[in-house]
């Protein structure tokens, strides 16, 4: 690091100059290495005076903005993910024993009791579901209706897997990932495929 470097004054400290002075030697190394410029030397033109160039600043949000879009639909995609798990979950546990409590919630899905109670209250603002303080957990007849959809497709891709030669147990973890991200498209041809035999 050259440049001056000047010490001295009382208890070692440098004097507010010397700071200036350094400081602007920083920022001209930052800036161009250290060496001055040639003012001869051709410029080198700006993106922006280019032919059919967008603005600097067009170009910046365009950029910063592809993937803050692709983020925030990520972030939806998996909300929307945590809500169909939720929801079947309850379906299930409200059939096989009557009832679903956080508890029972938080042991199927392996998470704890406080992310499941965060969860349930997503869930309520979004009309899936109905809950009470030390009570049961009840879907609404939107949180049904999802349900059976995840529901469906679940056993869809669970049985396009087994039907080509996937073990029960490999089926069962893959198509919980699968069923999120399947498309109507391909759903629909996992159940011709199914319906051919």
Do not use: W
Request: charged content about 30%.
């Amino acid at each position: 690091m050259g440049g001056p470097r000047l010490t001295g004054g009382p208890g070692g400290r440098r004097p507010a100059e010397a700071l200036k002075i350094e400081r602007r030697t920083m920022n001209a190394k930052g800036r161009g290495g250290g060496a001055r410029q040639n003012k001869t030397s051709t410029p080198k033109p700006a993106c922006d005076s280019l032919p059919g160039a967008m603005p600097r600043s067009t170009r910046r949000n365009s950029v910063l903005a592809q993937p803050a879009e692709s983020f925030r639909r990520s972030r939806r995609d998996r909300a929307g993910e945590i809500a169909q798990d939720y929801v079947e979950a309850i379906a299930d546990l409200s059939a096989a024993v009557g009832e679903a409590r956080v508890v029972d919630l938080a042991r199927r899905l392996g998470v704890t009791h406080v992310t499941v109670n965060r969860t349930l209250a997503r869930l309520r603002r979004a009309g899936y579901v109905n809950t009470r303080p030390y009570r049961a957990i009840f879907l609404t007849d939107p949180g049904r209706r999802l349900a059976e959809e995840s529901k469906r497709r679940h056993q869809t891709v669970v049985a396009f897997l087994r039907s080509i030669g996937i073990s029960e147990k490999a089926a069962e973890l893959d198509a919980e990932g699968i069923e999120h991200h399947v498309s109507p498209e391909t759903l629909a041809a996992f159940e011709r495929r199914l319906s051919q035999g």
